[in-house]
């Protein structure tokens, strides 16, 4: 019998909605085959992972990789990476952030909290739209972990 693939689900946390739309619909331009959940702020993603009903809108054999902004309201990107990375059921989630400040001390404490990859977003739109495009190809060819496994490992 033959092993289903998991799918890819890419959770957006972003709380522009340019700028959201433009991340969904370049990395879908790119060719990414994955499903697509936003987040508005912090409070938010983290309601959208602690979730029960996030089970039924995320299969469990599905993978989850999590784009996050630094500068959102409510809890901020930090905030939230810090909290992810503590959790032992959210930790192993790839979180890539994808921000529009590139100073050092704040790269430094992404990595230091945990955070997986850091791009800076591009203000220029080309210069953007390349950049979210390379994003999608490192994306496909990653392997992230199974959604359900972590949920089913953090609840024993």
């Given at each position: 019998m033959a092993e289903l693939e998991a799918g890819l689900n890419i959770l957006i946390a972003e709380d522009d909605d340019a700028a959201a739309h433009l991340i969904r619909t370049n990395l879908k331009r790119?060719?990414?085959?994955?499903?697509?959940?936003?987040?508005?702020?912090?409070?938010e993603l983290l309601d959208?992972?602690?979730?029960r009903d996030t089970l039924n809108k995320i299969p469990k054999t599905d993978r989850l990789v999590v784009l996050l902004d630094i500068r959102m309201p409510k809890k901020d990107g930090i905030q939230v990476l810090k909290y992810m990375k503590e959790s032992c059921i959210f930790r192993k989630i790839p979180v890539i952030m994808l921000?529009?400040?590139?100073r050092p001390e704040?790269?430094?404490?992404?990595?230091?909290?945990?955070?997986?990859?850091y791009l800076k977003k591009q203000v220029d739109y080309t210069r953007f739209v390349?950049?979210?495009?390379?994003?999608?190809?490192?994306?496909s060819v990653c392997e992230a972990p199974v959604f359900?496994?972590?949920?089913?490992a953090g609840n024993t």
């Open positions: 790119s060719g990414l085959n994955a499903a697509f959940f936003r987040a508005k702020n912090g409070v959208i992972l602690e979730e921000t529009t400040s590139d704040e790269v430094d404490q992404c990595y230091r909290l945990g955070c997986n990859f390349d950049t979210i495009n390379k994003l999608a190809a490192f994306i359900g496994d972590l949920v089913d």
